[in-house]
């Protein structure tokens, strides 16, 4: 009866509780060796947590110098994108006790976090909770011009950068983003004519719709097209002559301050 009510409590027939048996009890005796060596592995632990951290420390003094650099590099650009006054600081914050393991992730022990204070007299704030979509755009345009080198990646691509733009900052987001593509690959969709005349090459999206579906097309944009395309930026589907001719100018005018290729 006992042994009936072994096999119907794990599942097992006969010979198989017998195995069972065996490995339970060499899972028991496992355990108990396993407690001899908890001393060890804790002063291995111990040694380990030392180890991280002090590894840790060394790369955030080196976050920090690299903050305190991208700072003074972005400085220039805001200026020359009417930020004069604003003040970005890159911060290092340890990492939250439910942010990783032991203070520590696959990162470090530190997150960074952008400050921004667009005015003076203003303390510096969380960017994302600080800036304007056209505060955004001059500030992530001048972070990514100034990590352009640093980061190795060959190609950037700006979507809605001119949120909240005027014609005179677009030409200066223009001209940074021609700056970026002396030695980068630089996309950018833009409605402004002002950063489009800036480009090298232009290429005209269009949506369509027919027998209820949407289609996108892509299609380049040369010669006395990227005139017309300009010109439809600044005055819409009615082209004037004189519309025609600011376009001209404009592209005449990006052209002249290219930048050499490296």
Not at 26 to 34: K, N, P, T, V, Y
Not at 182 to 194: E, F, G, I, N, S
Request: with cysteine; charged share 35%; glycine share 10%.
């Amino acid at each position: 009866h006992q042994w009936m009510q072994l096999e119907e409590r794990y599942r097992r027939r006969g010979d198989e509780l017998i195995d069972y048996l065996e490995e339970a009890r060499g899972e028991l005796r496992d355990a108990a060796a396993g407690a001899d060596l908890l001393p060890a592995l804790e002063e291995e632990l111990r040694r380990g947590l030392a180890d991280l951290g002090a590894r840790a420390g060394a790369l955030r003094a080196k976050r920090r110098a690299a903050a305190s650099k991208l700072e003074r590099a972005v400085a220039p650009d805001l200026a020359d994108l009417a930020l004069a006054n604003a003040c970005l600081e890159a911060r290092l914050a340890p990492l939250e006790p439910d942010e990783g393991w032991h203070g520590f992730d696959d990162a470090g022990a530190d997150r960074l976090e952008i400050y921004f204070g667009p005015n003076p007299g203003e303390p510096a704030r969380p960017l994302r909770d600080t800036a304007s979509g056209g505060e955004l755009s001059r500030v992530m345009l001048s972070l990514k011009r100034a990590l352009a080198r640093a980061e190795g990646v060959p190609i950037l691509v700006f979507d809605e950068i001119d949120a909240g733009v005027g014609g005179r900052l677009g030409a200066e987001l223009g001209r940074k983003m021609r700056e970026i593509g002396a030695t980068h690959q630089v996309l950018c969709v833009t409605h402004l004519p002002q950063i489009a005349s800036f480009a090298e090459r232009h290429f005209r999206v269009a949506k369509s719709s027919a027998k209820g579906r949407t289609r996108t097309t892509i299609e380049p944009v040369d010669g006395e097209r990227r005139v017309d395309e300009i010109a439809a930026m600044i005055r819409g589907k009615e082209r004037t002559r004189t519309s025609l001719t600011e376009a001209r100018e404009m592209l005449a005018h990006a052209g002249a301050g290219k930048p050499a290729r490296d």
